[in-house]
């Protein structure tokens, strides 16, 4: 924990001028309890612009070949990041992620997987539906509104929770589920777009 934070002061003081971040919406964070912030993906930037963004440490997720490299890997594991296997259905992940939702701690993911760097909102992987059905947790929709670009303004948007009580009371699909979280974070994007 205490490296997190010290990462998280470092970063802050670098990224908040370089790209004079705006805040938006922080306040639909719960203060505790477990939560899935979903954002869409559009630069390596992303996740430590979350991180330093949300009032709560976030548990991200990042591809396996990363933590090959033993300090990088180390330095992950050490600010609560977990591997997963791109391109399969990894159960260790998914089983990390619903530990992490269980203890009542926030799981940060991008569910489209890769960058978008034409800016568009692009179709969600159906883990998010996943954890979504499978756990308690409030899900916060994040939009990244960009250019990362030295000295432009770039805004994080967080959107109010949604209720995902009717799809697990019907017993929805995940794919359901990820597709309408997809388009709460495409709602917000453009409304805060402008």
Not at 43 to 70: C, Q, W, Y
Request: charged share 25%; aromatic share 8%.
């Amino acid at each position: 924990m205490k490296l997190y934070k010290l990462a998280r002061s470092l970063v802050s003081v670098i990224l908040y001028p370089l790209y004079r971040i705006k805040v938006v919406g922080k306040g639909n964070i719960p203060n505790e309890g477990p939560v899935i912030i979903c954002s869409n993906h559009i630069s390596n930037f992303d996740p430590p612009v979350v991180g330093i963004t949300s009032p709560r440490t976030i548990h991200f997720m990042a591809k396996e070949e990363l933590f090959e490299k033993k300090v990088l890997g180390s330095l992950l594991n050490n600010i609560h990041a977990f591997p997963i296997k791109r391109g399969m259905r990894d159960r260790n992940a998914l089983r990390n992620g619903l530990n992490i939702l269980s203890q009542g701690e926030v799981l940060g993911l991008f569910p489209e997987g890769s960058r978008q760097r034409t800016g568009e909102i692009g179709e969600g992987l159906t883990g998010l539906g996943f954890f979504a059905l499978r756990s308690e947790a409030v899900v916060v929709p994040c939009a990244i509104i960009g250019p990362y670009k030295p000295g432009r303004r770039l805004k994080v948007a967080y959107g109010e929770p949604i209720d995902l009580t009717s799809f697990r009371e019907n017993k929805s699909s995940a794919k359901e589920v990820t597709d309408y979280i997809m388009e709460r974070i495409r709602q917000l994007y453009k409304f805060h777009q402008q």
